[in-house]
């Protein structure tokens, strides 16, 4: 038992999207609370350091952002991290991005590395909302991560981009870390969510239902929709979710896509 608990210590989860719009920040944070609720130390970590949304998406009001550990990086230890976070009422742990865009420019790879392993170091699964795109900093961190989520969902410009970042990843040999995650797999498309493995090249995958009435009121009050609509077909999937990639197992999906069965390798 103790060496099943110690497997689980200190994992990060690193959410992607090659093209902004299409769900991350909200699955970054509704995926935090889940696995939270697995009675796990979860930690939820902005490095969107431009313009990150998080404390946004979950209406908080931090004390401290990243930019504030970076310059008393030198005096902070894995402990003292503590002091930093912002603590969601859900008990997720959050370091949010810098208030304003122009303080990304004072967080190095460096820095945000040792950022990365402070608050890992005192968690049991960080996730990291790592913006749109790949960018030195991003990459770093998603290099890191033991698992590593790219959002997307059915519209072209979405899945073509969602493509050329798989290639990159694949070229930088971590696409073996990657699971696919189509948001709104069953919203109205010319593009079906069963070819998207084939389209995109990637057969490991996982489909989020279309429920834009509950996300966008999510997002609007602040209040994440797995704790203020935990019964929601969206909520129950991001549930699913968490408990497919805490176990690690292989998942498998249904014939048909649109069934409650969400998951395709």
Not at 205 to 224: C, D, E, H, T
């Amino acid at each position: 038992m103790v060496d099943a608990e110690k497997k689980l210590k200190q994992k990060m989860i690193a959410v992607c999207s090659a093209k902004g719009g299409v769900g991350r920040t909200l699955l970054s944070v509704n995926l935090a609370i889940a696995l939270n609720k697995k009675n796990l130390n979860v930690s939820l970590l902005d490095s969107n350091f431009q313009f990150g949304d998080v404390s946004l998406v979950m209406d908080l009001q931090p004390s401290f952002t990243i930019k504030d550990v970076i310059e008393e990086l030198a005096r902070i230890d894995k402990d003292s991290i503590e002091n930093y976070v912002t603590s969601h009422a859900s008990g997720v742990k959050v370091l949010p991005a810098p208030d304003k865009p122009e303080y990304a420019e004072l967080i190095t790879d460096e820095a945000s590395l040792k950022v990365v392993d402070l608050i890992r170091q005192q968690s049991d699964y960080l996730v990291v909302d790592t913006g749109v795109g790949i960018v030195d900093q991003s990459l770093d961190i998603i290099d890191q991560a033991d698992q590593i989520l790219i959002v997307t969902n059915l519209e072209m410009t979405a899945l073509k981009s969602t493509r050329l970042m798989l290639e990159t990843l694949e070229k930088l040999g971590l696409s073996d870390k990657v699971v696919l995650v189509v948001n709104r797999y069953d919203m109205e498309s010319l593009i079906k969510a069963e070819d998207v493995p084939d389209m995109i090249g990637h057969k490991k995958v996982i489909y989020l239902p279309n429920n834009f009435k509950i996300a966008s009121q999510s997002l609007n009050l602040g209040v994440p929709l797995v704790s203020g609509q935990p019964k929601s077909n969206l909520s129950k999937a991001i549930f699913k979710m968490a408990e497919t990639l805490l176990s690690d197992q292989d998942v498998t999906m249904p014939s048909n896509v649109k069934k409650k069965g969400l998951f395709r390798k």
